[in-house]
């Protein structure tokens, strides 16, 4: 059993909160997460797909009143959007009576109609956790290039080879394409999700291009940012926002897209081990989705991620904006001997970062010009992961 970083902040969250919302793709470990933390207090567990756990909250109110004195654990709570007016009744009626904390624990797989949903009915009663796939703090520095091969959703690390490993992602892609989505989006067909998902692997980090994408499966171009939005809501897609200031500088302003998970981004390009990865044009924009990912997971709560680039071509692959208006820039390489581009320089320049750092495929740590430090992805995730 592999512990999860977050276990030990939604546990102080329900120690404050009367609900939280634990957010996440399917398969990332909710459950098994949120079983752990249940165990240690009374507690019920309801998977609102089973039928059986459905029946049983025909009258809610009435079922969840009589467990008012346990933790209630609502799995796949996408699934009954009906439940938050109840749920804002029971926690109003339990703070009355003295119930001010730990009620509800709510998984769900969909970011934005869930927060939407909750926000709406549950404001200033509920904190939101996501849970992303495993990092390499959870797992550890020597499982680092696995973990960039096969991904973090646990079935795929842990699984006994590769083969197995990508044949499990196949399954979760299969899944979601037949299964999951439709449920959400009836109407987009399967098959032109599948090569939007898959052309999106092969433009993985490029600023997003909605026309080019359109022009090739053949729809418009609001359709396409339909699909994508959904990948995102579904924490599939990441969009990596640039960074705007009122610099004077014309700058890029199109977000880019990356496939969240780098198993997942390697099932979608058929790369089976790390020898078939080194060999494919994917092993830079891969390495680098994959660093991005664990930072941005790794830094301290409300940290704001960000690209930034001019139309002079000045770019910082990841500024990380930390409480405290602390600004870090951060360049990533896969070179065991990083060169850091003039572009960068130029970037801190116009920025002045606290921290100018360059993320690469060594160990050590390695001062260089200009202020700028490089040092091993694991490292920075480990120091990021410290501030929180």
């Not at 467990?67 to 009626?93: M, T, W």
Request: hydrophobic content about 40%.
């Amino acid at each position: 059993m592999l512990k999860r970083r977050l276990q030990t902040r939604i546990r102080a969250d329900l120690e404050a909160e009367a609900a939280v919302t634990l957010l996440g793709p399917r398969q990332v470990g909710k459950t098994t997460l949120a079983l752990e933390i249940a165990d240690a207090v009374p507690s019920i567990y309801l998977d609102l797909e089973d039928p059986a756990d459905r029946d049983k909250l025909a009258d809610p109110a009435l079922y969840l009143l009589a467990h008012e004195d346990r933790l209630v654990v609502l799995d796949e709570i996408q699934n009954a959007p009906g439940l938050f007016s109840v749920l804002r009744g029971l926690i109003d009626k339990g703070r009355r009576k003295g119930h001010k904390t730990g009620r509800f624990l709510l998984l769900g797989s969909a970011s934005i109609d869930l927060l939407r949903q909750s926000s709406e009915s549950l404001a200033g009663r509920i904190a939101y956790r996501e849970l992303s796939p495993l990092d390499v703090t959870e797992t550890g520095r020597e499982t680092l290039d696995v973990l960039w091969l096969r991904g973090g959703f646990p079935p795929s690390f842990l699984a006994r080879g590769d083969a197995r490993s990508l044949e499990w992602r196949r399954d979760f892609l299969r899944t979601y394409l037949t299964r999951d989505i439709p449920l959400l989006e009836p109407r987009i067909p399967a098959e032109t999700l599948r090569r939007l998902w898959t052309m999106l692997a092969h433009s993985q980090g490029t600023p997003l291009n909605a026309s080019r994408l359109a022009t090739g499966l053949s729809i418009s171009s609001p359709t396409v940012a339909r699909y994508i939005d959904l990948l995102v809501d579904l924490l599939l897609v990441r969009r990596l926002q640039p960074f705007h200031r009122n610099l004077g500088k014309r700058l890029v302003k199109s977000p880019k897209t990356y496939v969240r998970d780098s198993g997942v981004l390697h099932a979608l390009l058929g790369i089976p081990t790390l020898d078939a990865l080194r060999d494919h044009p994917i092993i830079g924009p891969s390495w680098e989705g994959f660093a991005i990912e664990t930072l941005i997971n790794c830094a301290p709560a409300w940290t704001e991620p960000f690209y930034y680039r001019t139309s002079a071509g000045a770019e910082i692959d990841l500024l990380l904006e930390m409480p405290g208006d602390r600004l870090w820039a951060i360049e990533i390489k896969r070179s065991l001997s990083p060169k850091v581009e003039r572009g960068f320089h130029i970037a801190c320049d116009d920025l002045k970062p606290e921290r100018r750092l360059v993320v690469y495929a060594g160990v050590e740590r390695v001062p260089l010009s200009h202020g700028v430090e490089a040092i091993g992805l694991a490292a920075l995730a480990e120091q990021l992961a410290g501030h929180n």
